[in-house]
């Protein structure tokens, strides 16, 4: 029998502790929280020291994930693991090296767009989609090196495309809808 996990697989919230009270009254063992949309490294840092405060203030509710098996481990302990994504690449700047840093400190999921043109790809809002850059061919090998799961959510097709043939490891879209679904959205307001 295959045992099952329930995993909030992106979130963005006005984090409390009413929060994560209710993440365990519901049963969520993990959460891929964003701790970057548009921030630098430092900001980055910043919103990981708060995360740090809240795994102090609440072990019996909340601690860093760091692999699947946290998932299993906080099914078993009744708490959530917590795992940080970027919903943008800006915390690492244009420095390959942050990529290991950013992992070392715990992220595990990084878009490599967020709607508009990155150092790294062409995101969906973009009217050519260019794909992914040099720059983007490094970092996605870097991110490969390191284990950190490339997001390809908010991406255009062609950069997504690009990333799934240069990328040695899968993949990840977190969140998105069929590309569909927004040219039904306009039909539906004309």
């Known amino acids: 029998m295959s045992e099952t996990l329930l995993i ?57 994930g760091r692999t699947g098996d946290d998932v299993r481990r906080a099914k078993a302990e009744g708490r959530t693991a917590i795992f940080f994504g970027f919903q943008n690449p800006s915390p690492i700047e244009n420095d390959l090296g942050l990529i290991e840093i950013c992992h070392t400190l715990g992220a595990r999921f990084m878009q490599l767009t967020y709607n508009n043109q990155s150092l790294l790809a062409t995101g969906c809002y973009e009217d050519e989609d260019t794909g992914v850059t040099r720059f983007g061919k490094q970092a996605i090998a870097e991110m490969n090196r390191v284990g950190l799961v490339i997001d390809m959510s908010h991406s255009g097709e062609r950069s997504t495309l690009e990333t799934i043939e240069v990328s040695t490891r899968p993949i990840a879209i977190t969140h998105a809808n069929p590309a569909g679904t927004q040219r039904y959205a306009t039909s539906l307001t004309q």
């Open 8 to 64: 909030d697989c992106l979130q963005y919230a006005n984090w409390s502790e009413k929060i994560l009270r209710q993440m365990r009254e519901g049963g969520v063992h993990g959460v891929h929280v964003t701790i970057a949309y548009h921030e630098t490294f430092r900001e980055m840092v910043l919103n990981l020291e708060q995360w740090n405060r809240w795994f102090e203030q609440y072990p019996e509710l909340i601690f860093k």
